[in-house]
């Protein structure tokens, strides 16, 4: 059964700095997609990033970027420059593709502090 | 562009009632897809419909979920009747693309069931 794992429930970061957030999956197959999701206090969840398994390059979208290591089923978020309104809920999600239904984690409430 | 809105934003109920959510997909995208997440834990998929069709309906808890989706367009999720266990966030997504080729889900901002 494939799965994703996120092990850190919150996490907090002082304004302008830097901030990984974990995630890790099990899966048995080749190709697939990789998700980070944000969903801000009441408002709703958007995609952040994106990273497709055939693609050795980690996906960078302005000051989000991700550690993609598919031999060690890890798909880290670090979060450059923190603002606060990254303030949010941010969940790691697998797509395996031959079923479009995402797989998510449990999330991680990450706070920016001023 | 219009984005995905569910409705209601919130349900309060008493066990036993019954409850229908809405969902309205991005016009034009065929996929639709509900998931739940329960308090803490993580997103669970639900069911997925392409068009009128339920192409997956594999993550339906039990007979007491019904999700309907007529005419292709607006997705209704009935639970009859309602336990407490049913309490959570039930979220809507939609996207454009079938399976096989990079799959963006856009989310509504999720209905709010509390199961008293």
């Known amino acids: 059964a494939q799965t994703v794992t996120q092990s850190q429930p919150e996490m907090s970061v002082q304004e302008a700095e830097t901030v990984t957030l974990s995630c890790t999956y099990d899966t048995s197959e080749n190709n697939y997609y990789l998700f980070w999701y944000k969903q801000p206090p009441s408002r709703q969840m958007i995609l952040v990033i994106r990273?497709?398994?055939?693609?050795?390059q980690n996906a960078t979208e302005n000051r989000f970027s991700v550690n993609f290591q598919k031999a060690a089923k890890s798909f880290s978020l670090k979060i450059s420059d923190s603002q606060l309104g990254d303030t949010a809920m941010y969940f790691c999600?697998?797509?395996?593709?031959?079923?479009?239904?995402?797989?998510f984690g449990t999330g991680t409430l990450l706070a920016v502090q001023p | 562009e219009a984005g995905v809105t569910q409705f209601p934003s919130h349900s309060v109920i008493e066990k036993g009632q019954t409850v229908t959510l809405r969902c309205d997909p991005i016009s034009g995208h065929d996929n639709l897809y509900w998931y739940r997440r329960v308090m803490g834990k993580e997103i669970k998929f639900l069911l997925h419909f392409v068009k009128e069709s339920k192409q997956d309906e594999s993550g339906m808890p039990n007979n007491r979920f019904l999700a309907e989706r007529t005419g292709g367009t607006y997705s209704t999720l009935k639970v009859q009747p309602a336990e407490l266990e049913d309490s959570g966030v039930y979220f809507c997504?939609?996207?454009?693309?079938?399976?096989?080729?990079?799959?963006?889900?856009?989310f509504g901002p999720g209905t709010r069931l509390t199961v008293l």
């Open positions: 997504a939609s996207s454009d693309r079938l399976a096989g080729d990079y799959n963006e889900q856009f």
């Open positions: 990273q497709e398994a055939y693609k050795q």
């Open positions: 999600a697998f797509d395996g593709g031959a079923t479009n239904k995402l797989i």
